[in-house]
């Protein structure tokens, strides 16, 4: 039999009040389960906490109200709630068996039955409980032997648990990406090329959310080859520019001891092309601060080169800004790896940088009789160039000097 080793997340005054609560109604009703039992038997941080229970949501809130804790029903629908606890979320579900899926939503029924509600998770290792105390229950048989060998291996037949929700093809790759080795499990990855279609159905929400946690794993480089080798990536970004430019990336990454930007690893797959960045950004629904993130990044054309002078860098800052700076040099940087040297130079120049006031306004100008519209726009862009080019030491005396 398999213990797990006593956790924080578990031995906490508040797990240990909302699993006594849970086993007070029932006995043998509480089991952690999913990310929290996986992550710690592979010696992974773990972020979240869930909870199954035989219990049904009614019951379960009668419980923990009964018990003094907050109840939300944030998946009610799937028969789930969120206890919090000493301002510690815990989200309890009670088992399930699906009743009928369409490949992006399941109708469920709740059971007692734990080897029902393992049978429609999603991957082996994450249909492992664990009681309260710790010892592991494995319903699938082969949760246990998949955290020892670090395989991604689905529950059952691969097919059936993609037509059940087609975004696991995504998942699939995404925990690959996390917590696998090795070669991904061949059965899983056949079924994620013949079923990739599927994804087509998929909100750009959950694609997205998906994608982004597959990019800030710390090697995303074998997940990211076996998706284009099964041509997932293609259905996904059919505009994208391959692999070679995020693989360098990641040796960048590695090398600067940068840490892992799922916002610069998704621009390297479309890089300097504008249009597949701005299509991109829009179909996957992305917040605007995002959006504007990659469509800047990709359409400023403020030139970005390994022969750069200070003052040409700080032309550049000028015109980007340094957020924008620093992605651009960096996948600059990625494009030309032998030269590290000027390249760190570069980026780094944009430590402490404070950006210049231009000193010329446009009450100045119209001072000046240069009407309104068009023409003081021209005029201050021209000043504003010559500024630039002499790198911020013309004053504003002279800048209107050149007016004349």
Partial sequence: MRR???????????ARGVMAALEGAKHGSARFVGGCVRNALLGEPVADVDIATPLTPDRVEQV????????????????????????????ITTLRKDVETDGRRAVVAFTEDWAEDAQRRDFR???????PDGEIFDPTGGGL?????????????P????????LRILRFFRFFAWYGHGEPDALGLAACAKLKAGLAGISAERIWMETKKLLTARAPLPAM??????????????????????????????SASLPPDPMLRFLALFWKDARAVVAASADLKMSNEEAHRL??????????????????????LYKTGENVFRDRVLLQWAQDLPDSASWSRIYSSADGWERPVFPVTGEDLLARGIPEGPPIGASLRRLETAWIDS??????????????
């Fill in 159 to 166: 097919e059936k648990r993609i037509r059940e929700d087609y």
């Fill in 295 to 316: 469509k800047w990044t990709v359409q400023n054309d403020a030139p970005i080169h390994v022969g750069m002078t200070p003052a040409s860098i700080r032309g550049a």
């Fill in 391 to 404: 790198d911020f030491a013309l004053g504003r005396d002279a800048l209107l000097t050149m007016l004349d």
């Fill in 125 to 131: 290792m994450n249909a492992l409980y664990a009681a």
């Fill in 145 to 157: 032997d998949d955290i020892i060998t670090r395989r991604i291996v689905f529950v059952g037949d």
């Fill in 64 to 91: 923990m109200l009964a018990a003094g804790y907050a109840v939300h029903p944030t998946g009610i629908e799937h028969g789930t709630l969120t206890v919090v606890a000493d301002h510690h979320p815990f989200e």
């Fill in 225 to 254: 080859t076996a998706m284009d080798r099964s041509g997932v990536l293609r259905q996904l970004f059919p505009n994208s520019k391959g692999l070679d430019l995020l693989r360098q990336l990641v040796a960048l990454e590695g």
């Fill in 4 to 14: 797990l080793d006593p956790q924080p997340w578990m031995t906490s005054q508040a």
